[in-house]
C-alpha cells in the first residue's frame, strides 16, 4: 500500500538529531568553516558517546538483527538529512562506520563485517574512509593504478600507489584507531576486472597521510591523499571471499557499484538536509522583511520571489522523496541502481539550484558571511561532484534506460 | 512506514486501465486528434472500466469508496494512453466528484445515481475563465443570493461537452469564496456557445464557451462545502495525467533514440541526448513522487494537503514542459511532423498550466 507516513521510530531518532544538530552544529559551523582543519571534538564525542548509550555502533545499517520490516536505510537517510541540516561539514566528522563501512557492508564476508566494524563500539570516536581516486582516476574509477600483489611467502598483500581526495582519512588513520578501504588492482592489464577492495588499518606501516587539502566548502571534513609504499596487509583483508582473487569476472567493479548504490542515495539526502536548511532560512530572513509566499495563486500573480519559493519547495520535496524511494528499495532489497543514481543527480542539482537562487536572493545579505547561506552555497557544491558527478550519475541513469553497457554509452 | 507499492486490487485496476490505454486509446489518438473526435464506442468502453464508479459508495450507485491514489494511479495510466480520451472518459466526474465532496446528503442520493449507474453520459462543469491571470480561488463569475434562488453571471471557457451536457456544475464567487452550482441543461440565461472552441490541443475534446447571464437556480443547488478539497482533487488528477503523457513523450523518444542513426552511431549513444533522457526520466520521477504524496494526503485529510497539490501540480506543469520539449527535439525534425505524436504532447504539455479543472479523481 502507497503510504508517505514516516515511521515512527525515524521520527524518534530525528527529534533527537534536531537537537543536536541546534545545539552542537549550527552554533558551531562558521568557526569550523573559517578554521580548516580543526576538529569538531565536542560534536565527535557526544556523537559516539550517544551511539554507545543507544547500543549503537555506528549509522550504517546491517549492525542490527532486530525483527519487523527492514527501515535502516530509510533511517539512515534520515539521519543524514537532518545532520546535513546542521552542518553539512560537520556531519561528515561523524563516528562510527561511513563510507569505508559501507564498502565493508557491501562486500564483505561476515567474519569481515565482525573483525572491521566491532572496532566502533570501542571506548574512543573510531573512522573510516574510502579511497578510489586517484591523481589519474577520477570519474573513469577504471583507470586507479595502485596496485596489490600478493606475497605468497607471507600471505600478505602488498600494496602501492598514491589515493588522493580521501574523505576523512585524518581521522581514520592519524586521529583515530580507524581504517581505510583501498581500491586496488590486482592485474593492472584487466581494467575493472582485476580491482578489489583492500582494508588497511591504522598504524599500518607503509600507509601515511602526505597532504590535507584546502577546499570551497565543507571545510570542517578533512579530505586527504594517502601514499601506500610497500604497504602490507593481512590476506584475509581483501574484502569478500577468497574466490574474489582468482575470479576474472568484474567482481571487484561489481562490489565498487554496489557500495555507490548504497550510498549515493545517502549523499543525496546530504544534499537534502542541506537545500531544506537553506530554504528554511531563506523563508525565514524573507518573513522577517516582510515577505511572505502566497501559495495557491496562478502563477501570473506571483512575484519573481515567490515564484523562486515555490519552485524550490517543488525542487526540495519531491528530490527528498526520489532519495527515499531508493532507500526503501535498499531495504527491501529491490534493485535500485537506476534509483539510486536518480537521487543523486536530482539532489545534486536541486541544493546547487536552492543555495544559489538563496544567495541570489538575499542580495548582500546573502553574500555576507555574518549568515550561513553563502557557507551553504559553498557547501552544496560537493554534493555535486563525489559519489560520481552529475555527469557521472547521468550516465548511470542513461544506460539504464537505455539497456546500454558502458562501452556502448561512455 | 513508507511504501512505494500499490496494493493488488490498485495493481489489478492499474493493469485493466493500462491495457485499455494501449490497446484502446492510443492507437486511436492521432486520428481523433486530426478528426477532432472520439469514438462514441472508445470512450464507453472506459467508461465501462468504472474507475470512477470505483470511488462511488454503493448508496449512490457506485461500488467503492474514493481513494486518491488509486485515482491518481488510474489517471496516470489512462493518459499514458491518450490524455483527450483520458479526459473525456472522466468527464462525468467533473460533475459528480464536486457533489461527492462538497454536496448534502440530498444532492448525492438525486444526482449521483443517474450519472454513475448508467452508460457514459455528457455531464460536465465549467471552471475555467477567459482571462490570463484566471485564479480558481478568486472568480470573476458570480453568484447573488436573490429569495430563494441564486443568480450567476459570468463567463466561462473550456467546458468539455457542454453542448450536450444534461447538466453541469458552474463554478461562481459567493460571497467572497468559490462555490459549484448544479445547473441543470436548459436553464434560461445558461448560453453554450454555438461553435466548439478552438485550441492548440485536446482537438479530440468539444469543449465550448459558457455564458450566464442572469441565470437563476435554486438554493438547493449550492454545493454547500469547501471549494478547497475539490480543487486538490483537480490539480492532483491533472497533474497524475501530466505524468502519464510525459511518460509516453519520454518512451517514444528514448525508443527513437535507440534506433536511429547518426555520425556511425545511435542517436541514444551521444551523451547530449543520453543526458537528456536521464533527465527526463528523473524529473518524471520526482513530480511522480509528488503527486502520489498529495493524493495519500488527501486521502488522509491531512491539513496540507491543499499546499501539496498546489506544489505537485505546479511542478506537473514545468514538468510537462520540459519532457515533452525534449521529446521533440530529440526527434530533430521528424518530431516536428505530424506522423510523429511527441509534437501532440507537446502541445497538450504546455497545456497543463491551463487545464485546473479538466479532471478530477
Ligand atoms: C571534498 C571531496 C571529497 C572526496 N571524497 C572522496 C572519498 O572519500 N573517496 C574517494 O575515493 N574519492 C573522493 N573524492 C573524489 C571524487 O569522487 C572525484 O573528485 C570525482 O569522482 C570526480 O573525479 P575527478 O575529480 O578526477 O574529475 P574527472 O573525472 O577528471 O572529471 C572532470 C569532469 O569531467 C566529467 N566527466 C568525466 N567523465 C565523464 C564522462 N564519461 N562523460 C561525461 N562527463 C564526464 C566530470 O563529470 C567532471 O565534470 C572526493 C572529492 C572531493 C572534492
Known amino acids: 500500500m502507497i503510504d508517505f507516513e514516516t515511521p515512527e521510530k525515524i521520527v524518534g531518532v530525528c527529534t533527537v538529531i534536531k537537537t543536536v544538530a541546534d545545539n552542537m552544529m549550527r552554533p558551531v559551523s562558521r568557526h569550523f568553516d573559517e578554521n580548516e582543519h580543526e576538529i569538531p571534538w565536542d560534536y565527535i564525542n557526544f556523537m559516539h558517546t550517544a551511539a554507545r548509550a543507544m547500543g549503537g555502533s555506528s549509522m550504517a545499517p546491517g549492525d542490527s538483527k532486530k525483527e519487523g520490516p527492514r527501515i535502516g536505510f530509510q533511517r539512515l537517510a534520515h539521519m543524514v538529512e537532518m545532520l546535513s541540516w546542521g552542518d553539512a561539514g560537520i556531519y561528515l566528522d561523524t563516528p562510527g562506520g561511513m563510507l569505508g563501512s559501507a564498502a565493508v557492508s557491501a562486500t564483505g564476508t561476515p567474519e569481515q563485517k565482525e573483525r572491521f566494524l566491532a572496532r566502533f563500539r570501542g571506548e574512543t570516536p573510531t573512522f573510516d574512509a574510502m579511497c578510489m581516486t586517484e591523481a589519474g582516476a577520477g570519474s573513469d574509477t577504471s583507470a586507479i593504478r595502485t596496485t596489490a600483489v600478493l606475497d605468497k611467502n607471507t600471505k600478505e598483500w602488498v600494496l602501492n600507489g598514491e589515493k588522493i581526495f580521501v574523505t576523512a582519512g585524518h581521522k581514520a588513520l592519524v586521529d583515530s584507531q580507524g581504517f581505510i578501504v583501498v581500491w586496488a588492482t590486482i592485474d593492472p592489464s584487466a581494467g575493472r576486472a582485476g580491482m578489489r577492495p583492500f582494508v588497511v588499518e591504522a598504524g599500518t606501516p607503509g600507509c601515511q597521510v602526505t597532504k590535507m587539502e584546502h577546499k570551497l566548502g565543507i571545510r570542517a571534513s578533512d579530505t586527504v591523499s594517502i601514499v601506500l609504499q610497500d604497504c602490507r596487509v593481512p590476506f584475509d583483508n581483501i574484502l569478500g571471499s577468497p574466490e574474489v582473487v582468482t575470479d576474472k569476472a568484474t567482481t571487484g567493479f561489481k562490489g565498487a557499484m554496489a557500495t555507490f548504490d548504497a550510498t549515493r542515495p545517502i549523499v543525496a539526502a546530504q544534499a537534502i538536509g542541506l537545500a531544506r536548511a537553506t530554504l528554511e532560512l531563506l523563508k525565514e530572513m524573507l518573513a522577517e522583511k516582510g515577505v511572505t509566499i502566497r501559495y495557491g495563486l496562478p502563477r501570473q500573480k506571483l512575484t519573481s520571489i515567490e515564484k523562486d519559493v515555490i519552485d524550490m519547495e517543488i525542487l526540495l520535496r519531491s528530490a527528498w522523496w526520489l532519495v527515499l524511494k531508493a532507500v526503501w528499495m535498499m531495504d527491501n532489497g529491490k534493485p535500485n541502481a537506476l534509483e539510486s543514481s536518480m537521487s543523486k543527480v536530482r539532489a545534486g542539482d536541486v541544493v546547487n539550484r536552492i543555495t544559489q537562487k538563496a544567495v541570489e536572493i538575499m542580495g548582500p545579505l546573502g553574500y555576507s558571511r555574518e549568515y550561513l547561506l553563502e557557507k551553504w552555497f559553498r557547501d552544496a557544491k560537493i554534493s555535486d561532484i563525489y559519489e560520481g558527478t552529475g555527469q557521472i550519475n547521468r550516465l548511470v541513469v542513461a544506460r539504464q534506460i537505455l539497456g546500454y553497457r558502458s562501452s556502448e554509452l561512455r | ?361
Open chain 2, 1 to 361: 512506514m513508507y511504501s512505494f507499492e500499490p496494493t493488488d486490487e490498485q495493481k489489478m485496476l492499474i493493469d485493466a486501465v493500462s491495457r485499455y490505454a494501449a490497446s484502446d486509446l492510443r492507437p486511436a489518438a492521432h486520428d481523433a486528434d486530426e478528426n477532432k473526435e472520439l469514438p462514441p464506442k472508445l470512450i464507453s468502453k472506459g467508461w465501462e472500466l468504472g474507475v470512477l464508479q470505483a470511488s462511488i459508495p454503493e448508496a449512490y450507485g457506485g461500488f467503492g469508496d474514493r481513494s486518491a491514489v488509486t485515482g491518481v494511479l488510474a489517471a496516470e495510466e489512462m493518459a499514458h494512453g491518450d490524455l483527450a480520451g483520458a479526459l473525456a472518459v472522466g468527464t462525468p466526474g467533473l460533475f459528480a466528484l464536486p457533489i461527492l465532496l462538497s454536496g448534502s446528503e440530498e444532492q448525492k442520493s438525486q444526482y449521483l445515481p443517474p450519472v454513475i449507474a448508467a452508460d457514459w453520459k455528457a455531464y460536465t462543469a465549467a471552471l475555467i475563465e477567459p482571462a490570463f491571470d484566471f485564479d480558481p480561488n478568486d472568480l470573476k463569475t458570480v453568484a447573488k443570493a436573490e429569495g430563494g434562488d441564486y443568480i450567476l453571471n459570468g463567463e466561462k471557457t473550456f467546458a468539455p461537452f457542454a453542448a450536450n451536457a444534461e447538466a453541469m456544475i458552474v463554478y461562481a464567487k459567493l460571497d467572497g469564496a468559490t462555490k459549484g452550482f448544479i445547473v441543470p441543461k436548459g436553464a434560461a440565461g445558461l448560453k453554450v456557445g454555438e461553435e466548439r472552441e478552438k485550441f492548440m490541443g485536446l482537438n479530440a475534446i468539444p469543449f465550448f464557451k459558457v455564458t450566464l447571464e442572469g441565470v437563476k437556480i435554486p438554493k438547493t443547488n449550492l454545493l454547500a462545502g469547501d471549494f478547497a478539497p475539490v480543487l486538490d482533487a483537480s490539480r492532483v488528477a491533472i497533474a497524475a495525467m501530466a505524468i502519464g503523457v510525459t511518460k509516453a513523450a519520454f518512451e517514444y523518444s528514448r525508443d527513437y533514440a535507440k534506433e536511429r542513426d547518426v555520425f556511425g552511431v545511435k542517436v541514444a549513444q551521444k551523451q547530449a541526448i543520453a543526458f537528456m533522457l536521464a533527465e527526463m526520466v528523473t524529473e518524471i520521477e520526482a513530480i511522480r513522487m509528488l503527486v502520489w504524496e498529495t493524493a495519500w494526503m488527501i486521502d488522509k485529510g491531512h491539513a496540507e494537503a491543499s499546499k501539496q497539490a498546489y506544489l505537485a501540480a505546479t511542478g506537473a506543469i514545468d514538468m510537462a514542459m520540459m519532457v515533452t520539449d525534449r521529446a521533440v527535439q530529440i526527434l530533430g525534425g521528424h518530431g516536428y511532423i505530424r506522423e510523429h505524436p511527441v509534437e501532440m504532447w507537446m502541445r497538450e504539455g504546455r497545456g497543463f498550466a491551463t487545464f485546473t479543472g479538466l479532471a478530477m479523481v
